[in-house]
């Protein structure tokens, strides 16, 4: 079956267009002039693609590609092969990234019905506030004095609730419901994620469990990107808030009165309980969790399927479960599967 293609390309570029746009270093002056089309791996990579090195254990597929030019770090441009045009860079991945964007646009965001016409077959109420150039797709929903900015789509069958604010240049995915929330520029929500429900909380006794109402919100900063099906609760009375350029991944639950401080990364299927607090730059990998009221520090690091209990200092590595400080985490490891190879052995005699 033919691949219909979903995002339009622009180019072709010249590799010193490209050159200029990442800041790379051109070994060779004559390929300045050489059109490149197109971006492709290694492996599938024809004349007139730009690949891209980043990784040493593919070293035998750079000496074999046959793209045209390849995006690689200075200290491994001497592993090019003589037909590649080097584009010699600090981070090969980060000007990826841009030629990307340079070749496809528009897959900065994802598409759903991709109308044009905005407010076509939707339901927005007469009272919300919508700014020039919004895209409401079919099917969605603008609730009372909610405020949209100008650039934003919202896909079909979203729902954007009362009194909700949306930043401009922002994308809402399909099915996406964002209540109780403020959400500023430029913020990216995947498909079917759950914004702005109730936080879970309960006043517990033996005659049963009583609801605590939820009167907070959802802050979330500039240029945050959450992913699809991720649950974001508002807070109980303060607010939860997602700070500026914090990026999370789909499958991931942040309970009420969270604060995740600025340009964060969550990865998927994590979990983060209610009250506790992130700092900047923190990273969380995936099947992680972080207990309720617990404090992470600036920079922290907590390795896949690594569980807090308690706080972290700014810049620790953790991980295991409960965590603890990397190193002592991976001798434990190492101690008992030394262990269990003695036995083994014993056992085998």
């Known amino acids: 079956m033919p691949h219909p293609g979903f995002f339009e390309r622009a180019g072709p570029f010249s590799v010193s267009q490209l050159a200029d746009t990442v800041g790379a270093t051109l070994d060779r002056k004559d390929d300045s002039n050489r059109e490149i089309s197109n971006v492709s791996t290694l492996k599938e990579a024809g004349a007139g693609d730009l690949t891209f090195f980043v990784n040493r254990r593919y070293i035998s597929q750079l000496y074999e590609t046959e793209a045209g030019a390849c995006l690689i770090a200075k200290q491994d441009a001497k592993h090019v092969p003589g037909h ?174 969270v604060v995740i401080g600025r340009h964060c990364v969550i990865v998927a299927q994590s979990g983060i309980a209610g009250s506790a607090e992130l700092g900047n730059f923190v990273v969380m990998g995936a099947h992680s969790g972080v207990l309720g009221h617990v404090k992470i520090g600036d920079g922290a690091q907590i390795a896949g399927m690594g569980h807090v209990k308690d706080d972290v200092p700014a810049g620790a590595r953790m991980g295991g479960t409960p965590a603890r400080p990397f190193r002592e985490w991976a001798r434990e490891i190492a101690a008992v599967r030394a262990l269990g190879r003695r036995f083994g052995k014993s056992g085998d005699d």
Do not use: W
């Open 84 to 257: 590649l045009s080097a584009l010699a860079v600090e981070d090969p991945y980060l000007a990826f990234a841009k030629v990307m964007e340079l070749f496809y646009p528009g897959a900065m965001r994802s598409r759903s019905a991709h109308a044009e016409a905005s407010q076509c077959g939707t339901l927005v109420h007469p009272s919300a506030n919508i700014e020039e150039g919004v895209i409401i797709e079919p099917g969605a929903v603008v609730g009372r004095e909610a405020s949209i900015g100008a650039g934003t789509i919202v896909a079909a069958g979203a729902v954007v609730g009362y009194r909700c604010v949306l930043g401009r240049d922002c994308y809402i995915g399909s099915d996406a419901v964002v209540t109780h929330a403020i959400v500023g520029d430029g913020v990216i929500i995947h498909a079917g994620a759950r914004i702005g429900q109730d936080g879970f909380g309960f006043a517990m006794s033996a005659k049963g469990h009583a609801k605590i109402p939820q009167i907070g919100a959802v802050v979330i900063g500039n240029m945050v990107e959450i992913g699809a099906n991720t649950t974001i609760d508002r807070g109980a009375v303060s607010d939860t808030i997602i700070g500026e350029g914090t990026k999370i991944d789909n499958l991931v639950q942040i309970a009420h009165n």
